[in-house]
Structure formats: structure tokens, C-alpha cells
């Protein structure tokens, strides 16, 4: 397993960096791939916190998977993909 995502490590790092977490803002490399695997594994961790995607921060060798995985994530979150709230 990589330790660039899906890392087992990562909210536990969060936890002890930041205490209690409300939000988090998630961008990076191959949005298909590391982006959306840490975006379902932080909900997972962080079940009331609000997770946002900043689109506008993320890429993906693959266009078409790009654009895939951000309607993915924006149906798993309460956020727009751009980081603006949609409520």
C-alpha cells in the first residue's frame, strides 16, 4: 500500500494535529485515484465532519476520470467540488 493515500495513518495524524475536526478541505494529484480513496476514507473517520473537495486544486492524467471521480465525490459530500458550500 502506498502511504500517499488510503493510509491507515492519515486520520489518526489528523486527530493529533488538529483535535476535533469539523471541516476538512481536501485537493491533490490523480482525483480518481488519491483524491477520492482519502476523500471516502476521512468521511468514514470523520462522519460529522464536513468534507469539500476543492476542484480547482485537483487533476488527473485522465481527464474523463477527473470529471468522473469529482461527480463521485460531490454526491458523497455536502460540499460543491469548487469548495463553496451548496447549501
Request: charged share 30%; glycine share 4%; hydrophobic share 40%.
Given at each position: ?11 489518526v495524524?489528523?486527530k493529533?494535529i488538529?483535535?476535533k475536526v ?8 490523480v482525483t480518481n485515484l488519491?483524491?477520492l480513496?482519502n ?8 462522519k460529522?465532519a464536513?468534507?469539500?473537495?476543492i ?17 463521485v465525490?460531490?454526491?458523497?459530500t ?10
Amino acid at each position: 500500500a502506498k502511504s500517499c493515500f488510503g493510509s491507515k495513518d492519515l486520520p489518526v495524524l489528523i486527530k493529533e494535529i488538529c483535535g476535533k475536526v469539523e471541516e476538512i478541505e481536501i485537493c491533490g494529484v490523480v482525483t480518481n485515484l488519491c483524491v477520492l480513496s482519502n476523500a471516502v476514507m476521512l468521511q468514514s473517520h470523520f462522519k460529522d465532519a464536513e468534507i469539500r473537495i476543492i476542484e480547482k486544486l485537483c487533476a488527473s492524467n485522465d481527464e474523463t476520470m477527473h470529471i468522473k471521480a469529482i461527480d463521485v465525490l460531490k454526491s458523497r459530500t455536502e460540499a460543491d467540488a469548487d469548495g463553496t458550500d451548496s447549501k
